[in-house]
């Protein structure tokens, strides 16, 4: 059974950086495209970045310059640098993949938080 496992969410004070990963497990699979979004209390879940199999990459207008989306298919992992935060990052982030296993399917990782504050 496929799994994403996502770490490197935590408590960072504005201006500083984080690294999100996430990391598919349970199988020889191939992997689509990849996305990460997001989900502020009270607000809707919102996507923040994408990466195709072709290493394509689309941002949310909130996040371009500051956040970088990458990875690595060799480790079927995704990424997410985060520079520059802002307290209006403060979400709970999740991954998103689409993984070809005996058919097309869309997975979503547990959700990491990420605090940005003083």
């Known amino acids: 059974q496929v799994q994403l496992v996502e770490s490197g969410g935590g408590l960072v004070q504005p201006g500083g950086s984080l690294r999100l990963s996430c990391a598919a497990s349970?199988?020889?699979?191939?992997?689509?495209?990849m996305r990460w979004y997001r989900q502020a209390p009270g607000k809707q879940r919102e996507l923040v970045a994408s990466?195709?199999?072709?290493?394509?990459?689309n941002y949310a207008d909130s996040v371009k310059g500051r956040f970088t989306i990458s990875r690595d298919d060799a480790k079927n992992t995704l990424y997410l640098q985060m520079n520059t935060l802002k307290p209006e990052d403060t979400a709970v982030y999740y991954c998103?993949?689409?993984?070809?296993?005996?058919?097309?399917?869309?997975?979503w990782g547990q959700g990491t938080q990420v605090t940005v504050s003083s």
């Open positions: 998103h993949m689409f993984i070809g296993l005996g058919g097309l399917r869309a997975y």
């Open positions: 990466i195709t199999s072709g290493d394509s990459t």
């Open positions: 349970g199988g020889t699979f191939t992997i689509y495209t």
